[in-house]
Each structure stands twice: as structure tokens, then as C-alpha cells.
Nanobody, 113 residues
Framework: QVQLVESGGDLVQPGGSLRLSCAASGRIFNNEFMGWYRQAPGKQRDMVAQINSIATNYADFVKGRFTISRDYAKNMVYLQMNSLKPEDTAVYFC????????WGQGTQVTVSP
């Protein structure tokens, strides 16, 4: 069993920055992906970024603005979000991809003047 707890969501102005954190507990393997999805009201859940010991992947809509990182010793994953836009407003979910997907409870990011 894997448990994920996100933190760091907040209200921020356009152009601002936020850093999300996700703490994982349980059986975590470095070669399996951890990352972030997001879901805006009325929209589907979209992959934002993911990372394992071999690869890092980003959605096109965040490339150059967001950076994902992972502390393998602490079982933490982070999402540094810069140059935030109103369209980045969503609930951000941490996940861990094993045989099944494990999800955190989500953290709200709101980008508004």
C-alpha cells in the first residue's frame, strides 16, 4: 500500500511561482513513475509531469515553466511552477504508478489577480 500527501497549493497572481510537494510512504521503487496530474472544474484530469530514475516527461502546456524533481532517499516529489497563468488553476494530484495508480488527495492551485 502506498500513501501520498500533497502540500503547497495556494492562491497566486499571474506570473508568480509555487512549489508543490508530495510525500510518499509505503513500497516505493525508483524505476516507477511519480508525478503530477491536474484537474480543472468540468475538465478531464491531465498529466502535468512525471519522473523516475530513467526519465522525466512534461506535458507540452508546462514545458519551460514547470520543473519536476524527486528525492529518492526521502520518497518526495516536487513540482516547481513558474510563470503561472490563470489557466493553470486546478486541483493538482500527486500520483505513483505501480501495478495500479495511487493518488493523493489533491491540492488547490488558483492563479488569479
Amino acid at each position: 500500500q502506498v500513501q501520498l500527501v500533497e502540500s503547497g497549493g495556494d492562491l497566486v497572481q499571474p506570473g508568480g511561482s509555487l512549489r508543490l510537494s508530495c510525500a510518499a510512504s509505503g513500497r516505493i521503487f525508483n524505476n516507477e513513475f511519480m508525478g503530477w496530474y491536474r484537474q480543472a472544474p468540468g475538465k478531464q484530469r491531465d498529466m502535468v509531469a512525471q519522473i523516475n530514475s530513467i526519465a522525466t516527461n512534461y506535458a507540452d502546456f508546462v514545458k519551460g515553466r514547470f520543473t519536476i524533481s524527486r528525492d529518492y532517499a526521502k520518497n518526495m516529489v516536487y513540482l516547481q511552477m513558474n510563470s503561472l497563468k490563470p489557466e493553470d488553476t486546478a486541483v493538482y494530484f500527486c500520483y505513483y504508478a505501480s501495478v495500479i495508480y495511487y493518488w493523493g488527495q489533491g491540492t488547490q492551485v488558483t492563479v488569479s489577480p
